[in-house]
């Protein structure tokens, strides 16, 4: 073997190699995530959890991409302007080149719901929570549309589920205590 062929076969090991060290080295997003998740359950207080929260979804946001990070960006861009049809496409266009996901699959039923299409948007926040079942902003969603549509038990549900993830959400507590005496019943 001469000396060309040789460098060239070690070039191609270490070239193929270094994603695989990198990733070895270096947590991912959705590790770092797991950690900030745990932190979350066990958050001081309300500062603390949004803190965290805000952590996390940023770690969520990451889908290894900059081409599908520019399109999460320019749906929830749309989003923030009301430019529905305009979030729709673009979390679409996530969805179908990065099924796999979540945050696409998040945005997309965010599009939905803010257009009352509440069936699409669940089904959106389902492939979420196959993808990512810790997603609570996703179960905050279930929950929402549950109620919205008279569903309260499963709203009670998904929001059970929420704060055993969130512990300090005020917003998921009005919910349920709202929620109580239908799904619970009246004592006597």
């Known amino acids: 073997m001469d000396f060309k062929s040789t460098a060239t076969a070690f070039l191609a090991v270490v070239m193929f190699s270094l994603p695989y060290a990198a990733s070895a080295q270096?947590?991912?997003?959705?590790?770092?995530?797991?950690?900030?998740?745990?932190?979350?359950?066990?958050?001081?207080?309300?500062?603390?959890?949004?803190?965290?929260?805000?952590?996390?979804?940023?770690?969520?946001?990451?889908?290894?991409?900059?081409?599908?990070?520019?399109?999460?960006?320019?749906?929830?861009?749309?989003?923030?302007?009301?430019?529905?049809?305009?979030?729709?496409?673009?979390?679409?266009?996530?969805?179908?080149h990065a099924p796999g996901f979540a945050e696409g699959w998040h945005g997309l039923a965010l599009a939905f719901y803010q257009a009352e299409m509440f069936g699409p948007a669940m089904d959106a926040l389902e492939h979420v929570l196959v993808l990512n079942p810790h997603h609570f902003a996703a179960l905050k969603g279930v929950g929402a549309i549950n109620e919205q549509v008279g569903r309260h038990a499963l709203a009670y549900d998904a929001y059970q589920r929420v704060l055993e993830l969130r512990t300090h959400d005020e917003d998921t507590l009005n919910a349920m205590k709202r929620l109580e005496g239908e799904v619970m019943g009246v004592t006597l």
């Open 26 to 96: 270096a947590p991912s997003a959705e590790d770092r995530a797991g950690r900030l998740l745990s932190r979350l359950a066990e958050a001081e207080d309300d500062s603390a959890a949004r803190r965290l929260e805000s952590q996390i979804m940023a770690e969520w946001s990451k889908s290894g991409s900059p081409a599908m990070d520019l399109l999460l960006k320019r749906g929830r861009d749309a989003l923030d302007v009301d430019n529905i049809e305009g979030a729709l496409e673009h979390f679409t266009a996530l969805t179908d």
